[in-house]
Structure formats: C-alpha cells, structure tokens
C-alpha cells in the first residue's frame, strides 16, 4: 500500500481518536448521577430551578401524583380538618386498596384521612375526602384537572383521586415538579408531607411513612413512596442542607434501586449547587430625578436562587423601570423591576421602590385649596362648622361681657 494511501487513513483515524477521547472526557466532566428509574428529576423546593432531569415529560401513570392533590385539594378547601367529619358512603370503601377499614355510616375527622392518604396510600381514605370536598367522586376528579391546568400541568390528567390503574390517566416528573412546588408552600400541606408518622386515635392505629429515608438520612425533611405495579416505585423526598432545600422526584423506579437513586440525586444536587443571595436587600440599582429631587432605586428584600458552585450562573439582565416619574412618589410605591435571566432560563423579578417620599413641589396651602375644591360638599360641611363656632364663641364673649357689665354696674349701685 502506498504513502498516498495510508496517510488519509492515519488522519482519519487520530480524528475520530480524538473525538472519542474529547467525548469521554466531557462526559466524565458532567458528574451527572447515573439512575436506573424510567423518569427523574432534582428542583430546587423555593423557585423551581431543575438541577437534574431524566425523561422529565414522559407520560407515566404515577398514583403518588392522585394522592398529592387529593390532600392538597382537600387541605386547601377545608379550614378546619381536626375539627371537621366525614360521613363514609358505600362507594367511598369499595375500592381496592381501601386498608383504612372505614365503616359505612360512620364519621371520621378530615385530619386523619389526610394523613391515611398520604402516609398508608389508602384509597377509601382518598375516596371518602373526594366525596366530602367534591359532593362526588367525579365532580372532584374535575377539581384535580382545574388545579392542575391552573399549576400549568400541561402533561396531566387525571381520572380517579385513588391513582388507581385506569385508561387515560397520566403525569410526568416536569408536572409533578410544579406540584410539588406548589404544595410545600401551604403550611397545611407540609406539615403533613414532613410527618413520619400519624396517631389515628379513633381506629387505634399508628400511622407510619413508608419512606425509609427518613431514617437513613439527617437531612431529609418531606416525603412520601407508592406505587401500582411493585417494580415500577415512585418516591418523592425533600431534603435541606445549609438553607437550599431540593426535592427528588424518581418515576418508576425497580423496588431494589428506589432509595439509591433519590440518594444518588440529593447527593449531586448538594455536592454541585448552592444557594446565595442574588440581591441583598436595600441594594441600589439606579438614581432617578423625580421632580426636582434624585432619589435611589433599591430593592426592599433579600432575593436569593441556586446556582452551580463556583458559576454566577445569570445570562442576562434586563431593567424595566419607568423613565419619567411625577411626584408624589412614596416608598411604599413600585416602580419597576429588574429581570435576571439564569442559565437554565429562569427568571426572577426583583421588584424596585424609591428609598425615600418624594413630595409635590406645590405649596401646602396650594395643596390644601386644591382638595378643598374637589371635594366642595365637605368643605361646605367644614365651612359650616367654622362659622358655628365663631358663632358659639361670639356668643359666649357676650355673655362674658354682659355678665362682667352687670356685676360691675351692681357695685357701683351698692356703693
């Protein structure tokens, strides 16, 4: 074989060498954990930010996801659930999966079949709080698709409040993401996603939370497993270190791998992200002439987002602040914000008030006869009143004088 010959294959070859080795090392620079769940993702609980995400809007059928809104639904709708009771119907029990051994005819508080919901994925439970908050099963199923369309779940539906099989009921690890976020911002909610266990004092019964993470791990702090077919898990945790609190979120998961592959996902969340201050409170963004004064711009709260260690992570920054402000201008008063653009498309307003009142530059008394005029029935009201009392005071210097007068004139009578 020829020179001529060898020589474009030899280039040839050191090319896609080199490829080869540029590719494995930029996959082993990504650090990206490895899971064996058909679907996955890692958010930040306060904005949403998504850290990781595997098959993110692939359509599953997940029950978790029937239960989660079920006592969402039911928590927000009912201000009292320790107090109040639900009286249990016949199609509230038959169902499969109804382990809360609830009673036709009989009351059971709200509270505790939240709990049972969440904690023991009972489906009379899910049911009976269904019927209670929704006057019908399929009238609240309506009420889980609302909720749904309005968290922008454009992926979901639902069909039952159990997540028991049926046609044409489906999420995704992206919507439950903006579910999840939702929920842990109601007190109510999280109080039960963070409860490990549960008294049901009227069944005599000690509730548990299935997921083992609990106790395996100091920092989580929420969660919750179920499943329809045993080898096809899901679980949702939350777990917080330093203030930056995230939530793994693994869809479909082999039974054996579940806790390791939410592990895997808290441990490169933590290990690679941080949550720092974004804009500090009374931060200053511009001056800006209000009248004949120049007053500072600031932010009036701490704004705080996730970013990768060592990286600021923002793309771009845009300011929408009014140019030309009249006085007068308070503090309390917005005026624009300022849009940060992150890496991963999020974005943050960070909203912008004046530091300082700036006052009209009319004169008070001017100021005054210009209210007097536009509201011409109260300054009737208020004219009236002045005279009254001139009149009043006029009156009693009067009669001060005429009773000095007469007190005087009697003396002089006397002396």
């Known amino acids: 074989m020829n020179n001529r010959r060898i020589l474009p294959i030899l280039y040839i070859t050191v090319f896609l060498l080199t490829v080869s080795l540029c590719t494995s090392l930029i996959g082993a620079n990504t650090n990206e954990p490895e899971i064996d769940s058909v679907s996955a993702i890692l958010i930040d609980a306060h904005r949403g930010q998504i850290l990781f995400e595997k098959n993110p809007k692939e359509k599953l059928h997940i029950s978790s996801a029937n239960k989660i809104m079920t006592a969402l639904l039911t928590i927000e709708k009912e201000p009292r659930p320790e107090e109040s009771k639900v009286t249990i119907s016949r199609r ?8 809360s051994n609830l009673e036709v005819g009989e ?14 994925s009972a489906n009379d439970s899910a049911n009976a709080l269904a019927e209670y908050i929704g006057g019908s099963i399929e009238d609240f199923v309506n009420l889980m698709n609302q ?15 159990t997540g028991l099989q049926e046609e044409g009921q489906y999420t995704t690890a992206y919507d439950m993401a903006r579910l999840m976020r939702y929920a842990l911002n109601n007190p109510g909610f999280e109080r039960v996603f963070k409860a490990r266990a549960w008294i049901w004092a009227d069944q005599n019964e000690f509730l548990q939370n299935e997921n083992k993470l609990f ?3 100091d920092d989580v702090d929420g969660g919750r497993i179920g499943f329809n077919d045993i080898e096809r898990q899901t679980s949702i945790t939350s777990a917080t270190q330093e203030n930056m609190r995230l939530v793994a979120i693994v869809l479909d998961s082999p039974e054996a791998t579940l806790d390791e592959n939410v592990n895997k996902l808290l441990d490169y969340g933590f290990a690679n992200f941080k949550r720092s201050i974004l804009v500090e409170k009374e931060q200053r963004f511009r001056m800006l002439s209000v009248g004949d004064e120049v007053v500072e711009l600031i932010s009036k709260s701490d704004y705080y987002y996730v970013h990768p260690i060592g990286v600021d992570y923002v793309k771009e920054v845009e300011t929408h602040i009014e140019d030309i402000i009249e006085p007068p201008l308070t503090k309390e008063q917005e005026v624009g914000f300022v849009r940060y653009i992150l890496m991963d498309d999020t974005f943050i307003d960070v909203k912008i008030y004046p530091k300082d009142n700036v006052y009209s530059n009319v004169s008070m008394l001017s100021n005054i006869i210009r209210k007097l005029k536009e509201y011409k029935e109260l300054t009737f009201l208020i004219a009236a009143l002045i005279i009254l009392e001139i009149i009043i005071i006029i009156y009693k210097l009067i009669k001060g004088f005429v009773y000095v007068f007469s007190k005087i004139k009697m003396k002089f009578k006397n002396g």
Do not use: H
């Open 107 to 120: 009351q059971y508080r709200v509270e505790d079949l939240i709990y049972s919901v969440m904690l023991k």
């Open 92 to 99: 509230a029990v038959t169902v499969d999966g109804a382990v």
């Open 147 to 161: 909720k749904a369309e309005e968290l922008g779940m454009e992926d979901t539906v639902f069909v039952n409040p």
């Open 215 to 217: 106790w395996s791990r």
